[in-house]
């Protein structure tokens, strides 16, 4: 199983990476699930529910996707830029 480098990481922030054919940009990582937050750069809005389940503002679209594939033994084949990047130690 690859080791990533958690420190590396760190450069992903702020990248457009392509998810599911929709351009995104990573605005956030979820270092302890081993994920990206996605903003989608096409602006595709959202319906968001309030706590209540009625429905809320209309909010930017975000994915969260994990960096690994399903076997963790790969980067996540969704997120083809990431072979772009040196995230391993």
Known sequence: ???LDLNKLKILLDQN???QGIPCRVIDLLVDELALVLHDCDDHRILQANQYGDA???QPR???VPLLNVRRD???P???E???FDLFT
């Open 74 to 76: 790969r980067l996540n």
């Open 1 to 3: 199983m690859p080791h």
């Open 82 to 84: 990431l072979a772009a």
């Open 78 to 80: 969704d997120l083809p």
């Open 62 to 64: 975000t994915f969260t």
């Open 17 to 19: 990476l392509t998810y």
């Open 56 to 58: 809320g503002d209309h």
